[in-house]
Nanobody, 127 residues
Framework: QVRLVETGGGSVQIGGSMRLSCAATGVAYNINCMGWFRQTPGKVREGVAYICPSDDRTYYDDSVKGRFTISQEKDKNTAYLQMNDLQHEDSGMYFC????????????????????WGQGTPVTVSS
């Protein structure tokens, strides 16, 4: 059974930094890609970034390019999201996701379908 657990969320001031972690269990980590999505109440879940284990290829949404960096430690089955220069619009619940699955709540990012989800970790950017 796939399980994804996010940690590292909290409150940060505008311009600050934060790093999120996602520990994966019950997966063949080197097969499929790991992604990060975010969502605010009443809005659709939007893709942030993904990284693939086979060749470390990455994909970023235009809204975070140059500010966010996704990385992974394959031997620990863990993915990270380093967030720099945070802005108000970056606030939301951040979800770790894994490529594959058939969830009705799945989302597509960069042509890849992510259907496995963690429970999320909140990020609040304030003045």
């Amino acid at each position: 059974q796939v399980r994804l657990v996010e940690t590292g969320g909290g409150s940060v001031q505008i311009g600050g930094s934060m790093r999120l972690s996602c520990a994966a269990t019950g997966v063949a980590y080197n097969i499929n890609c790991m992604g990060w999505f975010r969502q605010t109440p009443g809005k659709v879940r939007e893709g942030v970034a993904y990284i693939c284990p086979s060749d470390d290829r990455t994909y970023y949404d235009d809204s975070v390019k140059g500010r966010f960096t996704i990385s992974q430690e394959k031997d620990k089955n863990t993915a990270y999201l380093q967030m720099n220069d945070l802005q108000h619009e970056d606030s939301g619940m951040y979800f770790c996701a894994r490529e594959g699955g058939s969830s009705a709540l799945g989302r597509t990012l960069g042509g890849r379908f992510f259907g496995y989800w963690g429970q999320g970790t909140p990020v609040t950017v304030s003045s």
